[in-house]
């Protein structure tokens, strides 16, 4: 059984950083492609940031320069570094992965707060 899992997630201040973590567990042949989603109260979930097998990456237009996505395959692991936070990012935070199927992490809050 396939489980990601991130934990993290918290409050911190406009202009600050964090770093999310999603680690991959459970029995499958190769992740092709991890991602981080957020969705805001009453908003659709959208693609934050995407990291391909080969380490292609892509980012939506409100996060680039800001966000950084990155995998350490040996661990299953893909993390999102987050800085220059604004109020405009909280949401729920999102991991997932295509591993021939798609998988879903349960969700951390950021709130971006003063």
């Known amino acids: 059984q396939v489980q990601l899992v991130e934990p993290g997630g918290g409050l911190v201040q406009p202009g600050g950083s964090l770093r999310l973590s999603c680690a991959v567990s459970?029995?499958?042949?190769?992740?092709?492609?991890m991602g981080w989603y957020r969705q805001a109260p009453g908003k659709q979930r959208t693609l934050v940031a995407g990291i391909t097998s080969v380490g292609s990456t892509n980012y939506a237009d409100s996060v680039k320069g800001r966000f950084t996505i990155s995998r350490d395959s040996a661990k299953n692991t893909v993390y999102l570094q987050m800085n220059s936070l604004k109020p405009e990012d909280t949401a729920v935070y999102y991991c997932?992965?295509?591993?021939?199927?798609?998988?879903w992490g349960q969700g951390i809050q950021v709130t971006v707060s003063s």
């Open positions: 997932n992965a295509v591993l021939g199927a798609l998988f």
């Open positions: 459970g029995s499958f042949f190769r992740i092709n492609f």
